[in-house]
C-alpha cells in the first residue's frame, strides 16, 4: 500500500505568517485530498483532488503538487486554522491517509 | 441538508463483535457510496471498507476476513459489522459519504469504541 509521511508532525504559527505543509506519497499518485480536523470532531474534506478548495473554506488555503510531491499553503494564517491536516490517496488501493500535521497558533 | 448519523456501542468485549448503523439523509444511497474509517492513537486514520452505491463492495485487505458492510436502500441505512474484536481494535469508527473524487466529502459523528472486558 502506498505510504503518505506528512512533515513536519507539529508547527506552530503567528497570525499572518504563511504556512506550508507537505504530504510525500511512497509512490505516483494521480491526485491528493486534505482533511482538517479539530479536537473533537470529525474530519471535514478541506482541499480534493490536489488544489479544489471545499465549499466554505477560506481562500486562503491552497494545495498543489503531483507526483509523489504534495502540499498545502495558508497563506496568512489564523487562530481558526490551528487543527490537524492529514492527506489522503486513493490512486491506489487500499486508500491510505498520512500520519497528520497539527498547525499550532503562536 | 446532508447528513450522516451513526449509532452503535460504546463498549464491546474482546472477541465479540461491533456493530454500527449509519442514517443518511439529504442524500440517496443508491447515488452515493459510504466509506468506513476508523481513528486511534496507535495507528491513526485506516480505511476500512466501502459499500457503492450499487451495493458492491471493498474491504482493506487487512480486515476482509471480519469485517461486513450492508445496506438497506429503503431505509437509507448502512450496516457495519466487524468480528472479534481485540483491544487494538478500540478506536473512533467513522461514516463518510463517497464523492465523485473518492474523497469524503461528509462524515458521520463518529461512534468511539472500547474494547474491554
Known amino acids: 500500500q502506498i505510504v503518505l509521511t506528512q512533515s513536519p508532525a507539529i508547527m506552530s504559527a503567528s497570525p499572518g505568517e504563511k504556512v506550508t505543509m507537505t504530504c510525500s506519497a511512497s509512490?505516483?499518485?494521480?491526485?491528493m485530498h486534505w482533511y482538517q480536523q479539530k479536537s473533537g470532531t470529525s474530519p471535514k474534506r478541506w482541499i480534493y483532488d490536489t488544489s479544489k478548495l471545499a465549499s466554505g473554506g477560506p481562500a486562503r488555503f491552497s494545495g498543489s503538487g503531483s507526483g509523489t510531491s504534495y502540499s498545502l499553503t495558508i497563506s496568512s494564517m489564523e487562530a481558526e486554522d490551528a487543527a490537524t491536516y492529514y492527506c489522503?490517496?486513493?490512486?491506489?488501493?487500499?486508500?491510505?491517509f498520512g500520519s497528520g500535521t497539527k498547525l499550532e497558533i503562536k | 441538508q446532508v447528513q450522516l448519523k451513526q449509532s452503535g456501542p460504546g463498549l464491546v468485549q474482546p472477541s465479540q463483535s461491533l456493530s454500527i448503523t449509519c442514517t443518511v439523509s439529504?442524500?440517496?444511497?443508491?447515488?452515493?457510496?459510504v466509506h468506513w474509517v476508523r481513528q486511534s492513537p496507535g495507528k491513526g486514520l485506516e480505511w476500512l471498507g466501502v459499500?457503492?452505491?450499487?451495493?458492491?463492495?471493498d474491504y482493506n485487505a487487512a480486515f476482509i476476513s471480519r469485517l461486513s458492510i450492508s445496506k438497506d436502500n429503503s431505509k437509507s441505512q448502512v450496516f457495519f459489522k466487524m468480528n472479534s474484536l481485540q483491544v487494538n481494535d478500540t478506536a473512533i469508527y467513522y461514516c463518510g459519504r463517497r464523492d465523485a473524487w473518492y474523497a469524503m466529502d461528509y462524515w458521520g459523528q463518529g461512534t468511539s469504541v472500547t474494547v474491554s472486558s
Open positions: 509512490s505516483s499518485v494521480s491526485y
Open positions: 489522503q490517496q486513493w490512486s491506489s488501493n487500499p486508500p491510505t
Open positions: 459499500i457503492w452505491s450499487g451495493g458492491s463492495t
Open positions: 439529504g442524500f440517496s444511497l443508491t447515488s452515493y457510496g
